[in-house]
């Protein structure tokens, strides 16, 4: 789960790490007071999306006066933007942040992620921050370092000492530097983060480390531990289908094939996937019911795969281990008599309670194409989207 700007902000600041004065505006009525409360010889006009790479879109302006924030402000206000993040997605901004402008002596990039390689927290830095910092990661890796986290110590002062010199900082932006990764690191076990990211850190006139951006992602699988970032998450920044399918505890992902997959498991869903593939179709969806599938989310899973007006068939695949083929099957039936379905689907059902799955199919009266393996199940599914 992604946070906004201004979300990830609020967190730093109650870890101590130094951001801008900033405020947030949803209405063009606040501009104004806001403008009031932050004195600043300019001010920046930040949109409010999930995504990177706003000020080449446009979504990050500079203004020196109030006419011009006004102006900035009104355009971006209720307006989508697409950035080279959202693959050429449109996300609503909603939000504008205004801030402070700082005298800005130099650019820096750091970040702390989930290394699953070595199991580690590991912060990347590198004294070449900014806008075009992916450019500098695929042009001049080696202006880009890691630094491992041993889990049974924490950040070690050494660490500190050793990015603090490749960042060649010095006096009190030195010492900050070290705090800020202890912080970081807090913030990161504290919250269940999976990535933090400051791009730009800024060193300012007055040598001090200020955290100009900010992004902040919660590993999704642990929001149960964090009810307090819950209620951050905006859903009119994700995918409507992938975020529906959460309420129901669906795992759903939107492709841009023409066949529905509806499967219990994630390995097995890959493997589906694959199939269809193999015999020339394309998968509309990634969908994973779990396995403890009961007849109503499978039929909210039937739902959310023809919430897409591009399928044209429909490829049930269920292994029935802790789930149980017969309430997989009628889940199919109620699904189907809900929405009034009228594309071909393909079920192959296996496991747990199979024959009597296999019978309530075969007494519903529906037009459901059965399939005896996985390999003959998505043979028949693109056959059917074919036609």
């Keep these: 789960m992604n946070l906004h700007e201004y979300q990830s902000k609020a967190l730093f600041a109650e870890y101590g790490i130094g951001i801008p004065k900033g405020r947030l505006i949803t209405e063009l009525d606040q501009l104004d007071d806001v403008l009031d409360s932050i004195d600043s010889k300019g001010w920046v006009v930040k949109a409010q999306i999930h995504a990177g790479a706003r000020g080449k879109a446009g979504g990050v302006k500079l203004v020196t006066s109030r006419e011009e924030a006004h102006q900035v402000s009104a355009k971006l206000l209720g307006s989508a933007l697409a950035t080279m993040q959202t693959a050429g997605k449109e996300l609503p901004i909603n939000s504008l942040l205004i801030e402070e402008t700082l005298a800005i002596e130099e650019e820096l990039y750091l970040s702390l992620v989930v290394d699953r390689v070595t199991r580690t927290h590991t912060f990347v830095i590198s004294a070449a921050g900014g806008m075009d910092i992916e450019a500098v990661a695929e042009a001049t890796p080696e202006k880009i370092l890691s630094v491992h986290i041993d889990p049974t110590v ?25 705090q800020l990764m202890k912080q970081f690191y807090q913030l990161t076990l504290d919250k269940d983060v999976s990535q933090l990211e400051i791009n730009p850190l800024v060193r300012t006139a007055d040598n001090e480390l200020i955290a100009l951006d900010a992004k902040v992602s919660i590993d999704s699988s642990a929001l149960y531990r964090q009810p307090g970032l819950v209620e951050l998450r905006d859903f009119t920044q994700e995918d409507e289908r992938e975020a529906k399918a959460s309420e129901h505890e669906l795992n759903y992902i939107a492709l841009d094939g023409d066949i529905g997959c509806m499967v219990n498991g994630a390995g097995l869903a890959m493997a589906t996937m694959d199939l269809i593939k193999l015999n020339g179709g394309e998968p509309a969806n990634f969908l994973d019911v779990g396995g403890g599938a009961t007849p109503e989310r499978v039929s909210e899973a039937f739902k959310l795969i023809l919430s897409s007006s591009e399928v044209k068939s429909i490829l049930v695949n269920i292994f029935g281990g802790i789930v149980r083929c017969d309430l997989i099957a009628e889940g199919i039936i109620q699904a189907v008599q809900e929405v009034g379905l009228t594309i071909p689907v393909v079920v192959r059902l296996e496991g747990t309670n199979v024959e009597l799955g296999r019978e309530i199919l075969a007494k519903s009266g529906l037009s459901i194409i059965t399939a005896d393996g996985l390999a003959d199940a998505a043979i028949k599914v693109v056959e059917a989207a074919r036609k």
């Design 154 to 178: 924490g950040v070690m002062p050494y660490q500190c000492r050793e990015i603090g010199f490749a960042l060649g900082l010095t006096g009190t932006a030195f010492k900050q530097l070290g």
